[in-house]
């Protein structure tokens, strides 16, 4: 089975990337590569597009406001744990493949002509989708059985931007995991193949070992989802019963409370625990 990746510039420098490359490199003899180049701008540039994408994806004037105003310590928080996450990501067992920048199709645009030329010289049999952007239907359709994404969350209860984090705030165990999915018109929405639920270990366990324990997983379930599709099955799961909402990117004061919650409850669980194996008096 052909399977190709559409990503971005900047995926061999990506532990999460390289994860799953290897997995399913490991598993299908026919991978490719095509990656989207992004622009390179001034970091006053990068600011200002930071700043439009949370207004066009921000819910409403105050949370607006609320993005704008905590970025600073949104940054500092994120790109913490950012390092957190590929470090704990690259401390998986993998297979010794790796992606090759030389091999990998280059293109300007996500959804353009040049995308989709690239994809269909390509003919792949399923695309996988990695930080792309959000594509449209000339591409994902491009696939003869389909685009698939893994969306760290459990959709459709959590849809959107930062689901680890959402999950940790609404304090939603249920959120916890990741999605193997079909990519269709909408945000997160199309139909499932797999779920890969995950339950935190104790309270307030950091970000950075969730997020590897997510993708773990996830990724393990995608090889999975592959494979049926190999073999010619066809299935889909169904979703899980509850609220069904769609968040955007997560402001820098509530990580800074997110931040202050998870340090309050490592303590608490390491007393708790300090005081339970001490042996009874008398």
Do not use: C
Request: hydrophobic share 40%.
């Amino acid at each position: 089975m052909k399977v190709v990746f559409f990503t971005s510039d900047g995926f061999d420098e990506n532990e999460v990337f390289r994860y799953m490359f290897a997995h399913v490199a490991s598993s299908f003899d026919d991978v490719s590569i095509v990656a989207v180049r992004r622009p390179i701008g001034s970091w006053l540039e990068r600011y200002r597009q930071k700043l439009r994408r949370i207004r066009r994806f921000g819910s409403g004037t105050g949370n607006t406001v609320e993005l704008i105003s905590s970025y600073p310590l949104q940054r500092l928080i994120i790109d913490r744990n950012e390092r957190g996450a590929q470090e704990a990501i690259r401390a998986l067992p993998r297979p010794p493949l790796k992606p090759e920048d030389a091999a990998t199709m280059y293109v300007e645009t996500v959804n353009g002509p040049d995308a989709v030329g690239a994809l269909r010289k390509l003919q792949p049999d399923v695309i996988v989708q990695f930080a792309a952007g959000i594509l449209q239907e000339q591409v994902f359709e491009v696939a003869r059985l389909g685009t698939l994404n893994l969306h760290p969350g459990i959709a459709p209860l959590i849809k959107g931007r930062d689901p680890i984090y959402w999950a940790l705030w609404k304090r939603e165990p249920r959120w916890l995991g990741a999605t193997v999915h079909l990519i269709d018109e909408g945000i997160d929405t199309g139909p499932v193949l797999a779920y890969a639920p995950v339950t935190a270990r104790y309270p307030g366990e950091r970000y950075p070992n969730l997020f590897a324990r997510v993708y773990e997983h996830g990724v393990e379930r995608l090889v999975e989802v592959l494979l049926r599709l190999e073999r010619g099955e066809h299935w889909k799961v169904e979703h899980p019963e509850g609220e069904r909402v769609y968040r955007s990117t997560i402001s820098g004061w509530k990580l800074g409370v997110l931040e202050l919650r998870g340090a309050l409850s490592r303590r608490l669980y390491r007393r708790r625990a300090k005081h339970a194996d001490k042996p009874a008096k008398g």
